[in-house]
Structure formats: structure tokens, C-alpha cells
């Protein structure tokens, strides 16, 4: 029987996860944080009160095994006058399978079986959550979007009513051999699937081992200047009782000019490597050169990716 992996995420982050761990023999359940309100995403879930759907349209794609010509009919947006523009078909499929079924969890599986899916897919809630953040001047900012945008220090996020997780959510974590927190945007994607509390007392209550997959670089506002080291300790405060227990790091070069670009444009920086920090965090790091660009953008090797999850997860 494989094992079992359970990614916690959302954004970009979580789909290159996601493609890389599907080429191997293990059972995948994707819990996908669904706060986000921006485009196309956001007047949807204005307009039918739902949970955020662009984030679970991407990892349906990164995790389906169909036709090429699928995932470019899922990805492809509108461009048109008409209220139809900017809108991702696969968004608007979620909408309506959701309407049709009757939630989202169940959309989420008819769509999967048109999709031939490898793996799970499942909301960590059916609510249609808002995501607040405190910063660190004191200031409440409302709504994920608006959150990402405002480049001030985070302080901590909340909802502004707490969730009820999915029972789909909650029942992979009770049988999950291995639990990832996928890299992504630290306060927006990974930590909205911990301040949850009974997602929280599930982990807690999970013999599983806890896997956490840095970042490459820092985000504006959430991670400056931040090593690995503080990513791991930011998310054992929201782990409750328990910590990560292995982590999964770049120690590889950036080009100067690539760095340069980020730090300009994007005010990001490469996550330092800080290997003399490690000991206090009392766990496992596993550090690879993990660096590769697309398109002039820097990316997670997910081909060194899948093969360093599984070649942990078989050791257990």
C-alpha cells in the first residue's frame, strides 16, 4: 500500500510541490487554503458567497494526468469587454460544479474525475473565510489581497470568523504518514491552514512526521530578510504542540544578476542557508542545490524536490 502525503498550501507553491510529488508512487491529498480575493477569484466568491477557487483550480492542474490541451482550457482567461473578463474557465467550472453538487468539496471530486486526477484534492473549509492580518504598527488589514499588498511587517493573521475544516481536510491529516507545508508565501498560503484550531489539534493528534519546504526567496512584508531558520521557527508557533521535524532547504548559489533583479524590483532576497542556527531548531535539514529558472523567474527543482520527499518518506 503507498503512503500517504498530505501537502498543506496554496499559491504557485504548492502546484510546482504537487507535479513534482505525483510522478511517484504515493497517496496524495492537496488541503488548499482558500482566503484568496483577488481577480477573478475575488468577484466570484463576491457575487456566489463561496470559498476562494483560484488556488484549487491550479492545483486540479498540476495534479491531473489528462490531456495538455485540459489544462490550458482550465488556465485560459477571458479577454473581452463583457463581465466575463479576466475570468479562468476552470474558475468558473468550480463555480458551478459547487452550485450544482451543493458544496465545494464535492465539486471539487466531480471535476477530479473528468481531470484523472493523482491524488486528493480537498478546501480546508467550505466557509467563505477572510483572512485579517495584524501589523506591526498595530494596524488591521482586511482581506488577503489586501494584506499581500501592503508591504508593512506582519505581526500575525487571523480569520475574521473562525473556520469549520472539511471533513476530507481533517480525515487525511488522521491518516497521513507524512505532513508537508509546502513553500509559498508564508502568511498567506501556508500559515491560513494553522489558524484553524481543529486542523491544529489534528496534526497534534497525528503520528505523522511534520516536512516543511523553504522558500528560495523572502516575500515583502511577510519574510524580509528572514533565514531558514526563522522560517521554521515562525511556523512551530503556529503549530501548536508540535514542531517541524525535517526541513527542506536550498544551499545552492543564485546568479548575482538574477538576485540583483529581485531585490530591486520585487524587494525579495535569497533565504540564507544559516547552517550555524540549525542545532536549536532540533530537527532534520536536508539542504540541495534546488535552484532552477523558468522563464527568468527562480524556481524549486521539482525533479530534486519529488525525489528528496520520497527518498525521506521511505525511511520512515
Known sequence: ????????????????????????????????????????????????????????RKVLIALSETEPLVFDLFDYRFQTTSDLDGHAVGNLLLTAM???????????????????LKGKVVPLTEDSVVLMAEMEDGDIVEGEHHITVDKRKIKRVFYKENPTPTLGALKAIEEADLIILSMGSLFTSIIPNLICDKIVSAIENSPAKIMYICNIVTQPGETDNFTVTDHVEMLNQYLGKRKVDVVIANNGPIHPDLAHKYETLERKDPVRYDVENFKKMDNQVIGDDLVT????????NEVKLGFHVFSYLMQL
Not at 11 to 20: F, H, Q, V
Not at 293 to 298: A, D, I, W, Y
Open 98 to 116: 459547487k452550485n450544482i453538487t451543493g458544496n465545494l468539496s464535492d465539486g471539487i471530486e466531480a471535476l477530479s474525475k473528468v481531470l484523472n
Open 293 to 300: 529558472v523558468s522563464h527568468n523567474m527562480l524556481r524549486h
Open 1 to 56: 500500500m503507498n503512503k500517504k502525503v498530505v501537502v498543506l498550501g496554496g499559491g504557485s507553491g504548492l502546484s510546482s510541490l504537487l507535479r513534482s510529488l505525483k510522478q511517484y508512487p504515493i497517496d496524495i491529498t492537496a488541503i488548499v487554503s482558500v482566503c484568496d480575493d483577488g481577480g477573478s477569484t475575488g468577484v466570484l466568491r463576491e457575487e456566489f458567497n463561496i470559498p476562494a477557487v483560484g488556488d484549487i
